[in-house]
Each structure stands twice: as C-alpha cells, then as structure tokens.
C-alpha cells in the first residue's frame, strides 16, 4: 500500500478503514524488517501507541489476522503481543505458539490469568524454559500436563518427569506421549509399564531393556494376592492399587453413560453381583439413588443387612431378589454385610417402607448415625 493510501485510511473515521490502516502498518513495519531498514526507536514507540489504539477496536477477524501476521515477528510490539495472547484462544493460539516476543514471564502470567485452551497452548509451546515448565506443573490440569508430556524439547526436570510420571498413574492421556519422551529413564519405564496398555507395554519393550515377563508375573501376582487378602511387596501393591485405580475409573464411567441415557436400572444391579464385580454394584447402586459411594459401602459392611435393604428399596429392587443380592453381595465381600435372625427380620421390614425416597432418607440418616 502506496503512503497516500495508508494516510487516507489514517484520516478516514470508517471502522473498517482504521482495520485497514492497522494491517497495512504491519505490513509496512514487516517491508522494513525484511529489508534490515531498523526503525526510529521514537518511531517505533509512536507505532506501538497506534496499534494498541486500533486493536481496542478491531473486529475479531481483524484481530486474527493479525495474530497470524505477527506471529513470528520479532519486532511486534511487547504489549500488543500480549494483548493478543490473552484474546480468545482461537486469536491467542499463533502467537502463543510462535512468537519470539513472549518472554517466560508473560507465559506464566498468562497460565494465570487465561483459560485452560490458552494452558495447553503455553504447555504445548516448543522450547518453554524451566519455570514455566514448574509453573505448569504447579497447575496439575491432566490436559496440560498430558500436553507438556507431548512437549520435547520442554524443559522439564527429572523432577518435573517424576511428577508427570506420578500424574500418569491416574491420568490416562499423560501415558502415551510419556513413554515417547526423551528424558524418560529406565527406571521411570519400569514404572510406567504397571499402569499402560498392551500396545505401550510393546513400546517401552522396544525402547528399554526391561523384562516384561518378570513385570507381567509381578502385577498378576499383586492382583491374585490382592484379592485373596494377602499381604503385598510394596511393588505388588503399587501395582495392585494401579489396577484397582483404572478398573474405578472404567466402571465410573460405564456407571455415568448408563445413567445419562436411563439404563441404570435394577436388573444392571444384579447383574454386576452375579459377574463377581462387587465394586461395579456399589457404583451403579450410589449413582441410581443418588448417594455417595461411601454411603453404600458402609452399608455392605455393616452388622446391619437392613441398611443393603434399605438401599434396594431405593433403588427399587424387588423384595423378591433381595435374598439374592445379599447372598452374593456376602458372597464377594466376605461374608458381610454381617447380623443374624433379627437383624434378617429388620432387613425384610425395610421393604415395608415401600416409597424409594422414604428408605433412601432413612439409609442416609442410619449411615450418618
């Protein structure tokens, strides 16, 4: 654009003239760039002072195109720069993956005052110094973390890897970038296979020299100890608590899909006991009448099979299959929920209470109690 142009836009009072003078300055200021022309400092101070005039008022496509355009300009205006990091992540994402102009303390202010999109963005962007790698951590959302792990040539600690490592056991997305990273030791390896699937146990495999047999033998073990009652090597009971961990996970999520789409019915219940998945039926049983797991499990091991009714009650499992599900629910948890004749009798009154909200108030007053 001819310099006539750009200051008939300058005087024009037009929005989308003052969005057109804005882009066509860049333009200018990237021509001079390329031609190594160094602007006045006084100049380029006055310039600064002109864009942040025209982006207070640009039109968000403006402000795109413009994010995209000094994105990797390294004589873009600081404070610009970091307006435009802080615009919608759509805006913010170019200049926070490109910009030379973001110094580590504009990424950390950003983590702190942005949306999670604009974390993962920063915690994704190549070559983030140490503190900002800490300060990333610091945050914990398993997103940012899961996109730092995918971050090689962040500069993460051996510390910051342990704590992405420690993060892993519970956070599936943080596993498969992390088996990949650079800086993973052999031994952190070891304990990345207990907690990964087949396909990443194969990677490990074939990166490190680790014996997956011996490893394979180790978790079995922890599980078959762990369900018989046995005492564990800390390892086994590492692994055992992984499996454990991922098992809750899974069966939390089965639980909330059958409940969103109104599938969580009685017969669910039932069928968990009968396929030996104790802790299955305590989380599809908290879900369907709404209480906390901890409501139900304190029920099943009570003295007072009248509590596991109650909760029946509630969840409107026939009186009929009552004997059942207490048969089995004792079956898989050793024999509780315990108590004798009379406490069978007050179990088999429960059902007399016949309205689900009513034993639902009542199985909650008892737990409290």
Known sequence: MQPNEILKLAKSGVPADREQLLLALVDLCATNDRKSERIDPAVQSLMNSVFMTLVADAERQIRQALSQRLATADWAPHA?????????????????AQSPV???????????????EHQIAIAARPAIGAQVVETVLKIGEPA?????????????????????????RKVASIRSPLV????????????????VGQSLRSAIVSRFRVDAEALDREIAEAVRASQAGEAVTPARAQASMTVKDDRAEMERRLVDKLHSSGQLRPGFLVKALHEQRLSLFVAALAKRIDVPAATVEQAINSDQPQLLALA???????????????????????NRPGGGSEEGRR????FGVGDPERARAVLQRAAVG
């Open 80 to 96: 610009l720069i970091n307006v435009l990091a802080l615009d919608e992540i759509e805006i913010a994402r170019p200049v926070i």
């Open 102 to 116: 973001l110094e580590d303390g504009d990424l950390i202010r950003i983590l702190a005052l942005a949306t999670l």
């Open 144 to 168: 940012v973390l899961a996109a730092l792990a995918g971050n090689d040539t962040a500069d993460i600690s051996q510390t910051g890897m342990a704590q992405l490592l420690d993060a892993s």
């Open 180 to 195: 990949r990273h650079p800086r993973l030791t052999p031994d952190m390896a070891e304990q990345l296979y207990v907690w």
């Open 312 to 334: 029946c009650v509630s969840a409107g499992i026939d009186r009929s299959a009552y004997d059942t599900v207490l048969r089995l629910v004792r079956d898989l948890n050793r």
């Open 347 to 350: 179990a088999m009154a429960a």
